[in-house]
């Protein structure tokens, strides 16, 4: 099944500096290896046919009619390996010389992208040998025996999937050529380059592929020279790096004495759906001539084996690596702001915080004390209710006092047992029943009481649900649905346990203590009593599934609009040798079932700040009928 991916490759081959024909058999060797991994299209350095560093050799006709001869032993060569490639050469047109970027495949040369910007500053001496691609006029060359098109507005590809071609310098002017390719429709951006290493450059320029693959909505490939080139003034360290909307893919060793070959998997299906979401695309730039390439795209319906050449994240709401403190912070920040303005705003003098010894209740107190503290105003405008019940655990318990006194917050224990058992005389509900009805009383009961102590100590309700019990409906309406300010409404369940993990290392050893005893304690509503020797006997994730699952799910069904064959795909890559097949599918039955059901309690759900790319505030990510069908989505689900 065609699931929009695309296998793409860049290497960087052994050069000999002007020995166009040992160059060539270089490229083609790799060329092929890359298209036996299954790769589509293989990019190569800048100048690679002949080595960047040949100086005034450029000049030399000879080096320019043995760089022909090469790149048609490497069009006849690359015949039948089913890929597409990008290499580089010097290319005489009329009366100038070009630096070029020539495209091709199946045996044809399909066009030449010249060099937009030519550098002639620092190391950096092109301008004595080629001329910019802006200022030729020609839109044909005669090449290999054949006449191709000739341009800087030339993109490749066919349908969805459609790639441009930018060298080296074009990537680090003010508005690279890749911006305007994008707009025209190029989803695969390609880069071929020849640039030197520089201590701490490195850095820079991994930051404008990332950024130029994020602003363009594209999958960006660089691919720079390496081991072969003159160390006479410069040394290419071979940098090989492939980002895809911002995030980097994979990149290469530096520094290298060997060739580097990297292949992997552009998701350009998501590109397209990310686009047309963003809807800046449409219509935008229609300058380009269109060079039709088949590029193949992998069929991913078999066994869990298959050659899959990325990294799925099973994660994808948290964040990892040297980001994680910066994204930890902000996403907290913005939780924190968003509460401190509806504070000041609704002139409250309190905030009510419903304090289970859960996660998602510890979360939000910890945003609430924030938010005191970032306003200047007493922790003891914080009233901490804790609120135990028939469910209500040692464990829990403990842990919902030991925070509120431990942050220096108001306490405040109100049993709802009495009132409840009341209310099921009341309602005619036996006791014994330990249906529905007897777990949403309990919700229900305790919000009552989190309102009146608001309207008592002139307060706001902080509302402690998260999105993942947003997307799965896993909450009572009107009653744990419903509050003033819903903290964490942006935040799923799988970022909710890594944020109090994350808090608990800025906090005291007492704090920190109960912090991490709450990430290990079972996640469970406690509305069912526990067992004699008072262990949780309800357990939220044998009930709806595993969150780390659903939040999976969520993020890809509403981040990208994915169908569930591409998401139930993903998963299995994500989760192997965690879940097997039929769990995954079982739960993606459950989450789109509930999902769709569950679609009213969004649409009545209070306001809550928005944290990340992915949000279901009925005014403004997720607007949806309440009566929606789930069964095409269901029906793929149960037939994949």
């Known amino acids: 099944m065609d699931f929009g991916f695309v296998k793409v490759a860049a290497a960087v081959p052994e050069v000999r500096v002007a020995d166009c024909v040992f160059n060539a058999g270089r490229i083609v060797s790799l060329m092929l290896r890359?298209?036996?991994?299954?790769?589509?299209?293989?990019?190569?350095?800048?100048?690679?046919?002949?080595?960047?560093?040949?100086?005034?050799?450029?000049?030399?006709?000879?080096?320019?009619?043995?760089?022909?001869?090469?790149l048609a032993l490497v069009v006849e060569r690359t015949r039948e390996c089913g890929a597409a490639g990008v290499v580089g050469m010097p290319l005489a047109v009329g009366h100038s010389l070009c630096n070029a970027a020539v495209v091709f495949g199946g045996g044809r040369v399909l066009g030449v992208v010249p060099k937009s910007w030519v550098p002639g500053y620092g190391e950096f001496y092109e301008g004595r040998w080629f001329v910019s691609g802006r200022e030729m006029a020609e839109r044909e060359v005669v090449l290999c025996g054949q006449r191709v098109p000739f341009g800087t507005d030339l993109l490749f590809g066919e349908g969805d999937l459609r790639f441009g071609v930018e060298v080296c310098e074009d990537l680090w002017v003010p508005v690279p050529p890749s911006s305007h390719e994008a707009l025209g429709g190029a989803v695969l951006l390609v880069n071929i380059s020849a640039s030197d290493e520089l201590a701490g450059k490195h850095a820079y320029l991994r930051g404008l592929v990332c950024q130029q693959s994020a602003r363009t909505l594209s999958a960006y490939l660089y691919v720079s020279a390496g081991w072969g080139e003159s160390t006479t003034d410069l040394v290419f360290a071979g940098n090989v790096l492939a980002a895809e909307n911002g995030t980097m893919l994979c990149e290469s060793e530096r520094f290298s004495l060997h060739e580097q070959l990297l292949v992997t998997e552009v998701d350009a299906g998501r590109l397209v759906e990310l686009r047309r979401r963003t809807n800046t695309f449409g219509g935008a730039e229609r300058m380009f001539r269109e060079v039709e390439?088949?590029?193949?795209?992998?069929?991913?319906?078999?066994?869990?084996?298959?050659?899959?050449?990325?990294?799925?994240?099973?994660?994808?709401?948290?964040p990892s690596g040297p980001e994680r403190e910066e994204r930890c912070t902000e996403v907290f920040s913005i939780q924190v702001l968003g509460l401190a303005r509806r504070l000041v705003h609704t002139k409250a003098r309190s905030a009510v915080v419903g304090i289970s010894g859960g996660l998602d209740s510890t979360l939000a107190l910890l945003v609430t004390v924030a938010a005191f503290d970032r306003l200047g105003w007493d922790r003891k405008g914080v009233v901490g209710v804790t609120m135990p019940g028939f469910g209500t655990t040692g464990r829990t318990y403990r842990n919902a006092l030991g925070l509120m006194e431990a942050l220096?917050?108001?306490?405040?224990?109100?049993?709802?047992?009495?009132?409840?058992?009341?209310?099921?005389?009341?309602?005619?509900?036996?006791?014994?029943?330990?249906?529905?009805?007897?777990?949403?009383?309990?919700?229900?009961?305790?919000?009552?009481?989190?309102?009146?102590?608001?309207?008592?100590?002139?307060?706001?309700v902080v509302g402690t649900g998260d999105l993942s019990e947003l997307a799965l409906g896993w909450a009572t309406y009107n009653g744990d649905q419903m509050s003033m300010y819903g903290v964490n409404a942006g935040v799923p369940k799988t970022l909710v346990r890594h944020l109090v993990e994350w808090a608990a290392g800025r906090e005291d050893e007492r704090v920190r203590a109960l912090l991490l005893d709450v990430v290990d304690t079972p996640v469970s509503p406690e509305l069912i009593p526990p067992s004699d020797d008072g262990a949780v006997v309800?357990?939220?994730?044998?009930?709806?599934?595993?969150?780390?699952?659903?939040?999976?799910?969520?993020?890809?069904?509403?981040?990208?609009?994915?169908?569930?064959?591409?998401?139930?795909?993903?998963?299995?890559?994500?989760?192997?040798?965690?879940?097997?097949?039929?769990?995954?599918?079982?739960?993606?039955?459950?989450?789109?079932?509930?999902?769709?059901?569950?679609?009213?309690?969004?649409?009545?759900m209070p306001d809550g700040p928005k944290v990340g790319s992915v949000g279901l505030s009925p005014r403004g990510d997720w607007r949806m009928p309440s009566d929606a069908s789930a069964e095409a989505w269901i029906r793929e689900t149960d037939t994949m």
Request: some cysteine; proline content about 4%.
């Open 34 to 70: 890359a298209a036996e991994r299954g790769a589509a299209l293989v990019a190569f350095p800048e100048l690679s046919l002949t080595g960047y560093t040949c100086g005034d050799l450029f000049g030399q006709q000879t080096l320019a009619e043995e760089a022909r001869r090469a």
């Open 293 to 318: 390439v088949a590029l193949r795209r992998p069929d991913y319906t078999g066994a869990e084996g298959e050659d899959f050449g990325r990294r799925v994240d099973p994660l994808p709401f948290v």
């Open 538 to 604: 309800q357990r939220t994730e044998e009930l709806v599934g595993p969150y780390e699952l659903h939040d999976f799910f969520l993020y890809h069904f509403l981040r990208f609009g994915f169908r569930p064959a591409k998401i139930f795909f993903l998963a299995r890559k994500a989760f192997a040798g965690r879940y097997d097949a039929e769990t995954i599918r079982g739960w993606m039955r459950t989450f789109f079932r509930r999902f769709f059901a569950q679609q009213f309690k969004r649409s009545a």
């Open 408 to 460: 220096g917050v108001t306490v405040r224990e109100i049993p709802i047992g009495e009132a409840c058992t009341l209310h099921f005389r009341d309602i005619g509900l036996d006791p014994s029943d330990r249906g529905v009805t007897y777990e949403n009383a309990q919700a229900r009961e305790r919000t009552q009481i989190l309102m009146d102590v608001a309207n008592l100590t002139g307060g706001l």
